[in-house]
C-alpha cells in the first residue's frame, strides 16, 4: 500500500516590508536599528560614562580579594560590584526610526556626566530595569 503523500502548504506574506536598505537585504526599521546598536557600542567608550562610574565608587572593604571598587545605585543607595551596575541616562536617548532622529538621538546618547547615573542592574527588581520599564509604559500613554 502507498503512503499518501502529505501536500505541502505554503503561506504567503500579505503586507511584506520592502527591503530597500543594504542591496535589499534589510528593511527601514532593521537599517536603524543597525544605526542604533552601533551608536551605543560606541558611547560605551565615552569618557563621561567611566566619570559618573568614577563618581559612584568608593573602595571594597568586605571579605572578597580580587574586588577593588563598589559602586553605589543613585536610586536605592547600595552598594554593588561592577558587574551588577548600569550607566544610565537621565533623561533617555529616545528613538532614532528616521534621519530625522538622528541629532536629538547622537546629543542626548552622549552627554556629560551630569546627564547619566548609576544603577543596579541584576535581575528584574534591579532599579535599572523598573526604570526601564517605566520609561516604556510612559512612551505608550
Not at 49 to 74: D, H, M, T
Not at 79 to 89: E, L, N, R, Y
Not at 90 to 100: E, F, H, K
Request: aromatic fraction near 10%; glycine fraction near 4%.
Amino acid at each position: 500500500m502507498a503512503k499518501a503523500r502529505k501536500s505541502k502548504v505554503v503561506k504567503t506574506r500579505k503586507n511584506a516590508v520592502s527591503k530597500t536598505r543594504n542591496s535589499g537585504t534589510m528593511t527601514e526599521a532593521a537599517f536603524w536599528s543597525f544605526i542604533r546598536s552601533a551608536l551605543r557600542q560606541k558611547s560605551r567608550w565615552w569618557k563621561p560614562v567611566s566619570e559618573c562610574k568614577q563618581n559612584a565608587r568608593r573602595i571594597y572593604a568586605g571579605p572578597l580579594k580580587r574586588q577593588k571598587w563598589e559602586f553605589q545605585c543613585n536610586y536605592c543607595k547600595k552598594w554593588f560590584k561592577d558587574k551588577d551596575i548600569a550607566v544610565d541616562h537621565i533623561i533617555p536617548a529616545g528613538a532614532l526610526n528616521c534621519c530625522y532622529d538622528l541629532p536629538e538621538f547622537v546629543e542626548k546618547l552622549f552627554c556629560e556626566a551630569g546627564g547619566l547615573q548609576v544603577l543596579c542592574a541584576n535581575g528584574e527588581n534591579s532599579c535599572h530595569h523598573i526604570k526601564t520599564q517605566n520609561e516604556r509604559k510612559n512612551k505608550n500613554n
